[in-house]
């Protein structure tokens, strides 16, 4: 049962636009919730997070949004780069530290 | 500078044959964890190693079996491997499970890419 849901598999952008990144969850227990980004061949890396306390939290040019009634959240990256070209994996932390993946969508920034 | 090191990247075993990928991080977290990734599918979390305290998924296989022998080390044994356990392995650490004390983020490795042949 996929408990961080991210609908969309692929999103294209121009170059300088606003590029919007969904996900969805179900367990209203998450308390902490994270964006990674992933390079082909590479890890994911730590992109941004949000406190369940909180429903914005913002660094540079990525805004991460959290509708808790909504059980929705929201990465915006603006303006998008061509370097953004990547898979973004959302994920959800529970009390007991562990943490649940979305399936990612992959983001192109056409320059 | 590398953080979380995985040996090695890329691993082939037959089936049925026991296999061992290995992790080490040089960060000193408390925690670490691995995940399983099969293709277009989310990570999927097997277990994770809180000091040596080992936390397993309900759903994990039996087939799946984990080692901390220090901080630093831990390792992913895979008894009897069959087809369907062909994925990008996936190791992780955090600093500590404060849960709703800490917004610390877990810190990847790059994968080992598991061919079951």
């Known amino acids: 049962d996929q408990q961080v849901k991210q609908n969309s598999p692929s999103l294209s952008v121009q170059e300088g636009r606003i590029s919007i990144l969904n996900c969805d969850y179900t367990?209203?227990?998450?308390?902490?919730f994270l964006w990674y980004k992933k390079y082909p061949a590479e890890g994911p890396t730590f992109l941004i997070s949000?406190?369940?306390?909180?429903d914005k939290n913002e660094d540079g040019r990525f805004t991460v949004f959290l509708n808790k009634s909504a059980k929705h959240l929201s990465l915006h990256i603006v303006p998008s780069q061509p370097g953004d070209s990547a898979v973004y994996f959302c994920?959800?932390?529970?009390?007991?530290?562990?943490?649940?993946f979305g399936t990612g969508t992959s983001l192109t920034v056409i320059p | 500078d590398a953080m979380v090191i995985q040996n090695p990247r890329y691993q082939v075993t037959q089936f049925g044959k026991p296999v061992t990928l290995s992790c080490s991080q040089t960060?000193?977290?408390?925690?670490m964890y691995w995940y399983q990734q099969k293709s277009s599918q989310a990570p999927k979390l097997l277990f994770h190693?809180?000091?040596?305290?080992?936390?397993n998924e309900a759903d994990t296989p039996d087939n799946f079996q984990s080692r901390r022998p220090n901080t630093s080390f831990c390792f992913l044994d895979i008894r009897s491997p069959g087809l369907g356990d062909a994925a990008i392995y996936l190791c992780?650490?955090?600093?500590?499970?404060?849960?709703?004390?800490?917004?610390?983020?877990?810190?990847f490795g790059p994968g080992t890419r598991l061919t079951v042949l």
């Open positions: 949000i406190s369940s306390i909180k």
């Open positions: 994920a959800a932390r529970n009390t007991g530290n562990q943490f649940y």
């Open positions: 992780a650490t955090s600093r500590d499970t404060l849960a709703g004390a800490s917004t610390d983020t877990q810190y």
């Open positions: 960060l000193n977290h408390n925690v």
């Open positions: 190693y809180y000091d040596k305290d080992f936390n």
């Open positions: 367990n209203s227990m998450f308390d902490y």
